[in-house]
């Protein structure tokens, strides 16, 4: 349910790091906000470095930008407690300074999005979505 789009300079992560951040960010996703691991989804975009701009000037330095859609529903301290979370692990993992990792959450509307084929559900409605779909689509989402 969550989708974490990560945006890098090209070729400046190796697939164990990219490997290792998604894990890394499914793990602190599931662990803070408490929804099963298969729900999240992590996508890299690599971007040519003469793409990135900041303050209208070409990038000077190294920069990865984590933009997670979350459903809407979260609390301030849930929020707060991923951002604060990805950051460190996110250094640690890339060999990247904090000044830059940037991470931005963007709340959607449950109702406004549909997974797998279906609307999702409010919140800790996770479980009635998932016993609702077929035993087909249930081991699909499930990863079986």
Same mark, same amino acid.
Request: charged residues 20%; hydrophobic residues 40%.
């Given at each position: 349910m969550p989708t974490?789009?990560?945006?890098?300079p090209a070729n400046r992560l190796s697939p164990e790091q990219k490997s290792r951040?998604?894990? *890394?960010?499914? %793990?602190? %996703?599931? !662990?803070?906000? =408490?929804? %099963? /691991?298969?729900f999240t989804q992590v996508i890299f975009r690599d971007v040519d470095s003469q793409d990135v701009f900041? $303050?209208?000037k070409?990038? @000077? =330095? !190294?920069?990865?930008?984590? &933009? $997670?859609h979350i459903r809407a529903g979260r609390s301030a301290v849930e929020r707060a407690s991923l951002i604060r979370k990805l950051v460190p692990e996110a250094m640690e993992i890339t060999?990247?300074?904090r000044h830059a990792i940037w991470v931005y959450l963007s709340e959607l509307?449950?109702?406004? *999005?549909? !997974?797998?084929? &279906?609307?999702?559900?409010? /919140?800790? =409605? !996770? @479980? @009635?979505w998932l016993a609702a779909l077929s035993s087909e689509e249930r081991a699909r989402v499930e990863g079986r």
């Open positions: 974490y789009v990560v945006r890098v951040l998604a894990r *890394m960010i499914t %793990q602190v %996703q599931t !662990e803070i906000i =408490g929804a %099963q /691991p298969y900041l $303050g209208g070409p990038l @000077d =330095g !190294e920069l990865l930008f984590v &933009h $997670g060999g990247m300074p509307p449950s109702r406004a *999005m549909a !997974e797998y084929g &279906h609307l999702l559900p409010e /919140p800790g =409605g !996770e @479980d @009635d």
